[in-house]
């Protein structure tokens, strides 16, 4: 059990190890090694490449493919802006899809409506811990030969029909971020079964060593001594995770169950004290689907009563933390202002033309109104109080 810390398993034990080493390679703790195999394993992929976080993930992806200027990449707009960053360090150009009004997710319909001749791939996002309805969109990709890059950063261990989420798409990837599921500080993992794409995504991670590959993450002793050995096939950078990180993960691998559980259970209790609230209404996780709540998302539908009334009451009861959703990507000053570091030359005058308010209606119509709960308290009896709070706010606003 999780006694109300996050870290309780090995995590202090592994980063000894790691110390123990002195960080000589030749005594390698192996600890990023044995986080890729185990990660690939518990999520049912043939490969599992560790980076430094959760957007040098898909900037390596998106290299890996080949993407880069002129080409198209669908990505949602609610979501983190890492999504979209990473289409804008592969030189490559972002175009926005609307989401659906009940799940928050990216739809396929509207992707459907935005695939160009240019279109190379979509990046969609398990949003709060809870999968797009992929089928739709893997037969949109299939159609168009579109690269369907999963970004799961919030979403560990969900399910989609029966499959785990990680697996839907051509790869996904993971961020070990603070406020995620494992937490290493920061952190990151792409899965594929792909093994062309991850001997590429490895290398455009390892600085392009010609001795690295899907399952290799280091060149040996006697290559990096030679004086006459080629390194670089290809340009790439230095996005490996650090062993002190990866120690902490791998610890909390042994320990994801939990840590997933404990937020499901978090999750439940907020829904049960907002149940029959007919102006506060939770994120829709269809039948065939397992949430795996990163946090949990609720739409405000109050007739009077603002975002700002409810927030401030649920805080003047001792709630702890609500969150708004983050404004929509298109809408930053970054997009507005065309203040990309150069990547605006990139991008077409009619694309550049999209990035403001109308592009994704169904997205701008719930931005503002979306409540993220807390769920990472490790302690069920902290998530009770809060939920708790919770319905005596709903009470005092009814
Ligand atoms: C949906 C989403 N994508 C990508 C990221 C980026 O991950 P990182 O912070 O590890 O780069 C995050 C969170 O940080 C995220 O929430």
């Known amino acids: 059990m999780t006694n109300g810390k996050r870290l309780y398993g090995n995590e202090e034990k592994y980063v000894l190890e790691?110390?123990?080493?002195?960080?000589r390679s030749s005594k390698g703790s192996l600890m990023t090694s044995r986080l890729e195999a185990s990660f690939a394993e518990k999520f049912g992929s043939k490969y599992g490449i560790a980076f430094v976080n959760g957007t040098?993930?898909?900037?390596a992806l998106l290299e890996a493919k080949g993407i880069g200027p002129g080409?198209?990449?669908?990505?949602p707009p609610l979501t983190m802006s890492a999504t979209t960053f990473a289409v804008l360090q592969a030189n490559a150009t972002p175009v926005f899809a609307?989401?659906?009004?009940?799940?928050?997710?990216?739809?396929?319909?509207?992707?459907?409506e935005r695939i160009t001749p240019n279109t190379k791939a979509i990046i969609t996002v398990a949003l709060y811990g809870l999968t797009p309805d992929m089928d739709p969109i893997m037969a949109l990709a299939d159609e168009h030969d579109l690269f369907v890059l999963e970004d799961n950063a919030q979403?560990?261990?969900?399910?989609?029909?029966?499959?785990?989420?990680?697996?839907?798409?051509?790869?996904?990837?993971?961020?070990f971020q603070s406020s995620k599921h494992i937490a290493s500080g920061e952190g990151g993992m792409v899965i594929t079964d792909d093994p062309e794409l991850a001997d590429r995504t490895r290398k455009v991670q390892s600085l392009g060593y010609a001795g690295v590959g899907a399952a290799?993450?280091?060149?040996?002793?006697?290559?990096?001594?030679?004086?006459?050995?080629?390194?670089?096939v290809i340009m790439g950078w230095n996005y490996r995770m650090p062993e002190l990180c990866s120690a902490v993960a791998l610890a909390q691998m042994e320990n994801i169950e939990e840590l997933v559980n404990v937020r499901i259970e978090a999750a439940n209790r907020f829904m049960a004290a907002a149940k029959?609230?007919?102006?506060?209404?939770p994120q829709v996780t269809p039948d065939d689907c397992t949430n795996s709540y990163w946090t949990i998302v609720f739409k405000l539908d109050h007739p009077e009563h603002s975002w700002n009334k409810v927030r401030d009451t649920f805080r003047d009861l001792g709630g702890d933390g609500v969150y708004?959703?983050?404004?929509?990507?298109?809408?930053?000053p970054m997009f507005r202002d065309l203040t990309l570091l150069g990547r605006e030359r990139f991008i077409s005058d009619e694309n550049k033309a999209l990035y403001k308010r109308g592009l994704c209606p169904v997205a701008e119509d719930l931005q503002p109104r979306l409540m993220q709960f807390k769920t990472n308290y490790w302690d069920l009896a902290k998530a009770d109080e809060q939920a708790d709070i919770l319905a005596q706010t709903i009470k005092a606003l009814s």
């Open 18 to 23: 790691v110390l123990d080493t002195q960080f």
């Open 56 to 59: 040098a993930t898909m900037h």
């Open 71 to 75: 080409d198209e990449v669908i990505v």
């Open 98 to 112: 609307d989401v659906e009004p009940d799940t928050f997710q990216i739809s396929a319909s509207s992707i459907k």
């Open 155 to 175: 979403c560990f261990l969900g399910k989609y029909k029966g499959r785990m989420v990680g697996t839907l798409g051509h790869a996904a990837s993971y961020s």
């Open 216 to 232: 290799k993450g280091k060149i040996t002793k006697a290559d990096i001594q030679d004086p006459t050995y080629e390194r670089h």
């Open 276 to 281: 029959g609230c007919d102006w506060l209404i």
């Open 324 to 332: 708004g959703a983050w404004q929509l990507t298109h809408l930053e």
